[in-house]
């Protein structure tokens, strides 16, 4: 099975740009998630989507804002890029059902540079 | 906000000794989980403990959890100079009203000299 796949792995971006990022979880999984992971911060949640509907979404301003595709397929967008966004984002997509709680599968994710 | 600290912040052994990691958290959780990382690239999961258990082994890594002290430690015994990466601990409240979400603590990097 092929595992979470996140495109691009790399970018650099100037302040004021947009960026949209793209997750494909492994196949059958519903669930995708996304985190921010910086220096400062850590790993934090930026939200979850499961069956093309956001279900919960963590504390980021608005500029920040996802999507899910019937094929479970995400992208997060971030516009008016601020140097403060420089981050590795990753991706990570989950098969549970109500009564089963598993674990998260990574991607390798996108290492964002706002210059 | 993080939910889990853990301790120590790094950690340096010589191969072959054991590696001992502590997580912390503050609400009630339905599991808690670890995952390694290796140098700013995707996160590996390693282990999930649920409340209702108390140790979990799997290879050489061991896992406890004490939900009356709102713990868990990670053991990673025999070390080996691939088990370099930073370790973290997540967990999961698992409200399913919540979705799927994780919050992690702020990672042991782990350091196995040869």
């Known amino acids: 099975k092929a595992g979470v796949t996140q495109t691009p792995r790399y970018l650099i971006k100037t302040r004021g740009q947009q960026v949209t990022l793209s997750c494909s979880p492994i196949s059958g999984h519903r669930s995708v998630s996304w985190y921010q992971q910086t220096p400062g911060q850590g790993l934090q949640f930026l939200f979850e989507?499961?069956?093309?509907?956001?279900?919960n979404k963590g504390n980021f301003p608005g500029r920040f804002s996802g999507r899910q595709f019937s094929n479970s397929r995400s992208e997060m967008n971030v516009s008016t890029l601020e140097l403060g966004d420089s981050a590795l984002y990753l991706c990570a997509s989950s098969l549970r059902d109500r009564s089963l709680w598993g674990e998260a599968f990574f991607g390798q994710g996108t290492r964002l540079t706002v210059v | 906000s993080q939910q889990g600290e853990e301790d120590p912040q790094a950690l340096s052994i010589q191969e072959g000794e054991n590696a001992t990691m502590n997580c912390s958290y503050k609400t009630s959780i339905n599991n808690l989980q670890w995952y390694r990382q290796n140098s700013g690239r995707g996160l590996v999961h390693l282990i999930l403990i649920r409340s209702n258990e108390r140790e979990k082994h799997s290879g050489r890594l061991r896992v406890t959890l004490d939900t009356s002290k709102k713990s868990s430690s990670l053991l990673i015994t025999a070390s080996r100079a691939a088990d370099t990466a930073s370790y973290f601990c997540a967990t999961d409240t698992g409200v399913r009203a919540a979705g799927n979400k994780l919050t992690f603590g702020g990672g042991t990097r782990v350091l196995v000299k040869p």
């Open positions: 989507y499961f069956s093309e509907t956001q279900r």
